[in-house]
Every structure is written in C-alpha cells, then in structure tokens.
C-alpha cells in the first residue's frame, strides 16, 4: 500500500515504482517519463536499416551464448563430459551466427543454442531444482519459476533504464513488434539473463538460499510459485547482484555497478544510433 503522497514524491525524485504478480508477470509501472525525440528519431531511422539490425543481432546474440558458456564453465564442478560437449556445439553456433545473412537465422541458432543451455543447467543442480525444458507460463517446475521471476525484474529493470535515458522501449532491433512488448527492452536483455539472473539462481540454489519446500504448486494452472518469504529473499539477493561492481566494459572508465552498467550499455547505443555504425557498441562479455 502507497499513499498518492509517497508515489508523488518517488516521482519527483525519479524512483520508479513497478507491480509484479507472485508469478513474475509485470503489471505497470509508476515512472517519470522521458521522451528525447531526437534519440528517437535515430532510432526509427536504425529500425529500417537491415544491416543495423543484422549487425546488432549479431552483436547480442553473440555476447548472450558466450556468457553462457562462461556460466556453464563456472558451475561445472566436475567437468561432465555432457557440458563440455554443450559448450563445443555452442562454440559452433557463434561461428554460425557470423555468417548467417537474416536475423531469422540467427534467432533459430539462438533458440537451439537456448535449449542445448538450459540442459546443461539442469546438469549442474541438485535433483531437486532438475528441469526437462524452457517452461514459462506457467513455470511448470521451481526452477523455472526463478527464471520467469528472475527475468521479469530483469525486463522492467532494461524497460526503466530505456525510459530515463529517453529512447522508445517498444522498437526493437531484433524482436519484433507485438502490442504491449518492450522489444527494445527484450533485445538488450539477451546480454545480462545468464550474467545476472541464471548466476544468482545457481548462487541460491548451491548455497542452500532457497530450498524446494520456499515453492507452492498451484494444481489449477500447474504452474510453480515461489513463497512470499523466498520472494523476499530472491529480491534481496537481486538487489545485491545489481548493485555489485564489475570491470567488463572496457570503455568504462573505472568499475561500475550491474544496475550502472546497463545504463551505461544503452548510452552506448545511444551513440552508435546517432552515427548508424556499431562498431563501437560494446556488449557485456563474461570473462
């Protein structure tokens, strides 16, 4: 409950307040809004361009599979055969992608790049947090349901950044227009889901932070939910993620926050809009 005083004074001091559901579905936001016409108008003029977008896919998609491998390297405690078999095949999909000619093409490498991921994820947890697939509404097992959470906070954290910096979160690069979607918010996103979220799930789940007994399933939808005491735990930890300081922008002058360096990762872009070259556009890169 927020009184019309609080929300008003959040406004004026630019603190964004945002509604989610226990499922991680993002209802609304309260947001001082910025339109720059001129960033937006670069970037429309970016939207038609075919080889901007090529380019841009490229750049993402790129950095989105070797942070997975990074991931999958960092939690291979035992060094499974299975995974180091994960990580060549998905050594080979960037190769692919370098060369593919559509964006089609690299969303279809993407997308069995994702599945070939997520199985090797479920390898590297204990039986309890096992899962066969990518499920999302609902999320049909516990570790699903921190994904779905997971990444929802994440969206609207990209989705407000978008929104400050002036720029139109709806026209994507990559994913396509579809009413009430943040394509822009969802191409950028692609980069920081294993950095950020499918890292701190591993950190909660192998540190024993949260455990199968913090999940209810809902026998109406068959969905997983998480308890309202894990749901502050998980929000806890996310806010610790964000605002833990990392060197992986090189063109930084010095070490930036998670939350800092998407801010900094969009203000990249807003450059790049302006020229219609990429070149310079640094992604985030696990190392």
């Not at 001082?32 to 080889?51: A, G, H, P, T, W």
């Amino acid at each position: 409950m927020i009184s019309s005083k609080t929300i008003s004074q959040l406004l004026k001091r630019n603190i964004p307040i945002t509604y989610i559901n226990n499922s991680g579905k993002y209802l609304g936001s309260f947001i001082n809004n910025k339109v720059d016409i001129d960033k937006q108008v670069n970037q429309f003029k970016c939207k038609e361009n075919s080889l901007f977008c090529l380019e841009f896919a490229k750049k993402i998609i790129t950095s989105k599979i070797k942070n997975e491998i990074v991931i999958l390297r960092r939690y291979d405690k035992f060094k499974q055969d299975k995974i180091k078999d994960i990580i060549s095949s998905l050594n080979k999909y960037i190769s692919e992608i370098q060369n593919a000619s559509t964006i089609n093409e690299i969303l279809g490498f993407e997308g069995t790049s994702a599945k070939l991921y997520f199985s090797g994820l479920s390898n590297l947890v204990s039986d309890d947090f096992k899962f066969d697939k990518r499920s999302k509404r609902p999320p049909k097992d516990p570790f699903n349901a921190l994904m779905s959470y997971g990444y929802s906070l994440l969206y609207n954290e990209i989705v407000i950044s978008l929104t400050q910096v002036g720029l139109n979160t709806h026209a994507g690069f990559i994913h396509q227009n579809k009413q009430g979607h943040a394509a822009l918010a969802s191409d950028l996103m692609e980069q920081w889901r294993s950095p950020i979220i499918d890292s701190l799930i591993m950190k909660l789940i192998n540190n024993n932070l949260i455990s199968i007994s913090d999940f209810t399933l809902n026998e109406d939808t068959g969905g997983y939910y998480l308890s309202r005491k894990a749901n502050n735990y998980f929000i806890k930890y996310y806010e610790e993620k964000l605002r833990s300081k990392n060197n992986y922008f090189k063109h930084a002058k010095h070490p930036l926050t998670f939350r800092q360096s998407i801010f900094f990762n969009i203000y990249e872009l807003v450059k790049c809009l302006e020229s219609e070259n990429l070149d310079s556009f640094e992604t985030l890169t696990l190392r």
